[in-house]
């Protein structure tokens, strides 16, 4: 049930765009986005919770198609604060409860 | 507190040792998760609770991991006879529903 991320590793130029895919085998009812520098706690990005949603802030930004049970996280004009490694989080719902799951892992280096 | 508290930051276990890990959620946060790291792979999830009851933990890797969380509140991973491939980051998260995770800094567990 885990998400599957590609891809593995970005490299990047301060100023140039990616975009990072998380994709299931299972229904998403959700997905959450997160991003841990080295050393550091994940921080939270942004959850979407309807198929077609999207959101953003700053620059990042991430759509949700949920009939083709996938999120994408874009990052536009990259800073090298971006640098740090993307999660997405699914939901793993079952009779015991809403757990949530992460992928593992996009690691994005951004460069001067 | 303001955030997610865990303790130790790191722990140095001889293997064979019993290790117990706190986590202070924040405050009237219901759910609970516990994830292990290893270096360079995604927090993988041991195990979730709502408030004091434990929902899901098929994620423990063996009945030597165990978790609890008496009161709804702090909870402590313990794992017992220590193994070198229970080395990784111990993260707690923290939710008030199945909504944004905060995360704690994690401990550091080396087994030696």
């Known amino acids: 049930q885990q998400p599957v991320q590609s891809p593995q590793a970005v490299i990047l130029r301060e100023g140039e765009d990616a975009v990072i895919n998380c994709s299931s085998s299972?229904?998403?009812?959700?997905v959450h986005w997160y991003r841990q520098k080295h050393g550091e706690a994940p921080v939270f990005l942004m959850i979407?919770?309807?198929?077609?949603e999207q959101k953003g802030h700053d620059k990042i930004s991430a759509s949700f198609n949920e009939k083709k049970q996938q999120s994408s996280l874009y990052l536009t004009a990259s800073q090298l604060s971006y640098s740090g490694t993307y999660f997405c989080g699914t939901e793993k719902i079952s009779q015991a409860g809403t757990a949530l799951i992460f992928g593992k892992g996009t690691t994005l280096s951004v460069s001067s | 507190g303001a955030g997610v508290s865990q303790s130790p930051r790191y722990k140095v276990a001889k293997r064979g040792q019993d290790v117990a890990l706190r986590c202070d959620p924040i405050?009237?946060?219901?759910?609970l998760f516990w994830y292990q790291q290893a270096l360079g792979q995604g927090p993988e999830f041991l195990t979730y609770?709502?408030?004091?009851?434990?929902?899901?933990k098929s994620g423990l890797p063996s009945d030597r991991f165990f978790a609890e969380r008496p009161e709804g509140s702090v909870s402590t991973l313990k794992i017992q006879r220590t193994q070198q491939e229970d080395s990784a980051v111990y993260l707690c998260?923290?939710?008030?529903?199945?909504?944004?995770?905060?995360f704690g800094q994690g401990t550091r567990l080396t087994v030696v």
């Open positions: 299972k229904a998403l009812y959700s």
């Open positions: 979407l919770l309807k198929g077609g």
């Open positions: 998260a923290s939710s008030l529903d199945q909504g944004r995770a905060f």
């Open positions: 609770f709502q408030n004091e009851a434990q929902l899901d």
């Open positions: 405050s009237g946060h219901v759910s």
